[in-house]
């Protein structure tokens, strides 16, 4: 085997896919089924304007990164839109322009300072004054000719590519550890695989020889399908703030939806999660008239302590694995970029700006600096103040159907939940990543963990990384 992809969401599927073309024997394994992780619940906003992220990566790292991040996350969008066209993909596909905007009159210089910075860098920005978005705003960078679509129509197209002439795709098929040589050997529950190169596409990496739990930073945020009274607006909308506000129109068999997303936390902190859904229609109400809340979801993402993901040689001594992650929220595009320069490093013929931009052992302590001491004093906080409650409260286990409590037995931390039938479920609350103590997600109904991101079901079982066991069904 040439090369085994490690995950089937966007970064694994489209790293596969140019593997493929390239002429080589690929393998894609997959935990579960493709396409349902953080792709599948994505908001699939196909741009390069991130936010207003330029100025900030011109100030951190310089023109030549900051023009590697353009120049790829660029090349993602009409890497997509050309796909899309050349394999006719029946995925909702749209062009539309992409606007940030502020609305406080104090914020409008970043806006002309982005403008101005990416347009230096050729992107297609221009400041507008009044973008077509209801309520008041302070100016906006507009981009225009950018995407959307339907990621799960779009890459399960993609994925039936891969199979055949020696190439696979197996789902239900957890890697469980990797062997860096040559060959590389993935092992599975259902044996061994290997091959020349890894590539590690898994959100998290499922293995961290480079400390990237301690250099990227979750956040969950969540995301309504509204049926609106009046026609949605005519872009894709981003509010910089610190906490965001998403908009773009979904134009499915059902009629036109708008997405509307926000509320964003980091992953295991802040509280009730209905509440945020609750909070988020209250926002969607205040900008439109809401005709009815069709659908809701939420996930979460990394972002890096500078920025920029990490995209290249899994850790230091590692040869032929390579991984990718931390896309900040931005992944269809800079998912879809690592995905092909995954690829290129598997064919040993990565773009040379691409891996300078990505790569995951760059050391620049100025741009990440100040981000990495204040989130890892964070979860510092986070692990002592949980450890103290669990072990010296009194909380006790009379937790009602559909919720879940940690409490203490013993003196020990048991993360306790009781479904809908009234069924007790009861796990170790001690993550297994590194230890700090799970926190009741009351929307999703998991345990999530306040330090580093790791999810869980109510039964224990991993859903996101870093951890990678699940929670013990009792005290162990
Ligand atoms: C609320 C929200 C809205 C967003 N909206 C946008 C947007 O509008 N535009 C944008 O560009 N980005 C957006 N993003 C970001 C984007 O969705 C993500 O960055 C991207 O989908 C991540 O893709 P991935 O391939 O890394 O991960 P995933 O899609 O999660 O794929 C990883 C896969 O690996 C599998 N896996 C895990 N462990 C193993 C294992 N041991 N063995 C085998 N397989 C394994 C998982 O099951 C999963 O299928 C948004 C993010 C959030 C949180
Ligand atoms: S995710 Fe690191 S301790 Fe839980």
Known sequence: MDTVVLGGGITGVTAAVHCKEAGQDVVLLEKGRIVEGVTGKTTAKVTSLHSLIYHQLLEKHGRERT??????????VEEIADRVESHDIDCDFGRLPAYTYVT????RSRVEREVSVAQSLGLPATFVEDPPFPGRT???????????????????DLAEEIPGEGSHVFENTEATGIEDGSPCEVETPHGTVTADTVLVATHFPIEDPAAYFARQFPHRSYILGVRLAEEPPEGMFYREAQSYFSVRPYPGAEGTLTLVGGQSHKTGQGGSTT??????????????????????????????????PYVGQLGPGYENVYGATGYGGWGMTNGTAAGML???????????????TFDPERIDPGAAGKKLLTENANVGKEFTRDWAEALLGTADETVPPGEGEVVRRDGKPLAVARDEEGDLHVRSAVCTHMGCLVHWNDGERSWDCPCHGSRFSMDGEVLDGPAVEDLPSRWE
Do not use: M
Not at 342 to 356: C, E, V
């Open 67 to 76: 023009l590697g991040y353009a120049e790829a996350n660029s090349a993602a």
């Open 104 to 107: 406080d009159e104090n914020e």
């Open 138 to 156: 302070a100016g906006a960078v507009r981009f225009d000719e950018q995407v959307h679509f339907h990621p799960r129509k779009y890459l399960l």
């Open 275 to 308: 509440e945020r859904y609750r909070n988020l229609e209250r926002q969607a109400r205040e900008h439109f008239d809401v005709e009815s809340v069709e659908y809701r979801w939420s996930t979460q993402d990394f972002s890096t302590a500078d920025e920029i």
């Open 342 to 356: 995954l690829a290129q490093f598997a064919r040993g013929d990565p773009n040379r700006l691409w891996a300078h």
